[in-house]
């Protein structure tokens, strides 16, 4: 989303040109598919974390551009709103000490982050949603000076005609409304990519789709949003419901959400890719000057920038990506489901269940996904979403009988996909001790039914009982999280009771830590 895109304005004829050309690379996709132009496979992965920027005093800080500046490094990038970073992991090769080798970078580029979030009174925070947000918070003058920010927020808004509406139901129940998408900027993910051979795409990307219900148990973070407690992991509806395009209408017809799960197994990177033009109109057309089939049949490789453009704009919660680099073509499946932190080993616990899991998945003989219908893994995300490590999800039964039970989500990691996670991170290659000590993480979170939702929910709750309001509870929570992640300690290691200080700021006080933005609701 950090790509500058110029706001002139948008004419018919734009509109039409970009649809064209979308097709023309839909075709040009088709035939580097047909014609096998794809790298070959490099067990790459990579790595990007969306962070929050906080005060002191745990209140969000609108002054991204102002740290960037001070970071002044290529890793770390602007977000949509001005109080969100993102920082970037070059791609690794899956093997060896791998998971320590992306530990170690975090640390030492968080660290940097931090020290230089400080000189100008900021904190780095890494979490699904900073629970001290508020609405007045997230508005479009908080977006980040973006061109691109400005014009799709100006497209989703002219698509919807209307605002935007937030009515989410979990511990309590949320109603907000807002003229901009600048809510979505809420949720703060990790996205986990994989290179894979257009041959193994769609069993990744089935495998991928089968255990996001999972990956959101075991490491849900977002249980707040604008002072209500929500669900464990309330990212998705928050996102789904900030970009939603659709007019209540569109809606009752059944059309589409940008923010989707999906609604089928898929036999190709190019079923995605399809959908994503069949359905969806495009929100940015603004055409490249490449003409993608001249290029291939002067034998070049294309960089369908339409294609990736308008595929960037539909919110797939895991999104098939194609990319060139150095003249050649690959395919990345895109993991969007995991939030932020809580630490740095939480994260890279998080990154080897999945990459291990995926693996061990894609190559079963007897698939998963060949034995538990799609709308049973929508439910199952749903679910999790809902439950977080508490939730019971439908799985395939052992044996030829068949059909689905319902397991407790961390009865399900424990005994079946952890060692399948590890069968997969050594098919990887990767170090036998690194894996036992980040799935060891995982295991304790299920063992213990603690995860970054649960934690924050248990240490609101205590500070609410030691008499502070809920700004005050939320803010003195967040206050302690930004403390215990930054001693690194995996999050189901955390006390929850502490010694509780001080009450809320006052919204004069808010106004101040937040520049101006925001006040109490």
């Known amino acids: 989303m950090g790509e500058k895109v110029a706001a002139d304005g948008i004419d018919l004829a734009d509109r039409e040109r970009y649809r064209r050309k979308l097709h023309e690379c839909l075709e040009g996709l088709q035939r580097l598919l047909r014609e096998k132009r794809f790298d070959r496979p490099r067990n790459l992965m990579g790595l990007e974390i969306e962070l929050n920027l906080a005060g002191a005093d745990g209140l969000p800080r609108m002054m991204n551009s102002q740290v960037l500046e001070r970071i002044a490094s290529g890793d ?15 791609p690794h090769r899956l093997s060896g000490r791998v998971l320590d080798q992306l530990a170690e970078e975090l640390r030492t580029g968080l660290g940097y982050a931090e020290r230089k979030a400080r000189e100008v009174a900021a ?6 949603i900073l629970p001290t947000l508020h609405a007045n918070d997230l508005t479009a003058a908080s977006l980040s000076e973006n061109d691109r920010y400005v014009l799709l927020n100006d497209q989703m808004r002219a698509a919807r005609g209307e605002d935007f509406a937030l009515d989410i139901r979990g511990v309590e129940h949320l109603v907000s409304r807002s003229p901009s998408i600048a809510p979505e900027a809420a949720c703060t993910s990790v996205q986990l990519h994989l290179q894979v051979t257009p041959g193994r795409f769609a069993a990744v990307w089935n495998a991928a789709q089968v255990i996001a219900a999972v990956q959101v148990a075991v490491a849900a973070n977002s249980p707040f949003l604008f002072g209500r407690e929500l669900w464990r992991e309330s990212r998705p509806p928050v996102f789904q419901q900030a970009t939603d395009t659709r007019s209540p209408e569109l809606q009752a017809q059944g059309v589409r959400p940008r923010t989707w799960f999906g609604e089928r197994w898929v036999d190709s990177a190019y079923d995605l890719f399809e959908e994503n033009v069949r359905y969806f109109p495009p929100l940015l057309p603004v055409c490249g000057p490449q003409e993608p089939l001249r290029v291939l049949d002067e034998g070049g490789v294309p960089d369908l920038a ?24 690959h395919l990345r499946v895109e993991n969007r489901v995991l939030p932020a932190g809580p630490t740095v080993d939480d994260v890279i616990a998080n990154t080897a269940f999945y ?8 190559e079963e003989p007897r698939p998963v996904w060949s034995r538990l219908p799609f709308a049973a893994a ?14 019971t999800l439908a799985w395939p039964r052992p044996g030829r009988s068949g059909g689905l039970a319902d397991v407790p989500a961390v009865r399900l990691v424990r005994e079946e996909l952890l060692p ?10 990767v170090e036998p001790a690194d894996r036992d000590h980040y799935l060891g993480i995982i295991e304790e979170r299920c063992r213990r039914r603690v995860n970054g939702a649960s934690w924050q929910a248990a240490a609101f709750h205590h500070a609410r009982r030691q008499g502070l309001d809920r700004d005050a509870a939320l803010a003195a929570m967040t206050r302690r999280y930004g403390e215990l992640m930054h001693t690194g300690t995996p999050v189901h290691t955390w006390p929850v009771a502490w010694a509780v200080g001080g009450r809320s700021a006052v919204p004069g006080q808010r106004q101040a830590a937040t520049g101006g933005r925001s006040g109490a609701p």
Not at 76 to 90: G, R
């Open 123 to 128: 904190r780095i925070v890494m979490i699904g």
């Open 378 to 391: 929508a439910r199952n995300f749903d679910a999790a979403c809902r439950y977080g490590i508490d939730a």
């Open 76 to 90: 770390f990038q602007t977000e949509l709103a001005q109080c969100n970073l993102e920082v970037n992991i070059l």
């Open 420 to 429: 399948l996670a590890a069968r997969g991170l050594d098919a990887w290659g």
């Open 355 to 362: 990459y291990g899991l995926v693996r061990a998945l894609a």
């Open 306 to 329: 339409e294609l990736t453009l308008h595929n960037g704009t539909v919110y797939r919660w895991n999104r098939p990506v194609y990319a060139v680099a150095d003249g050649v073509a």
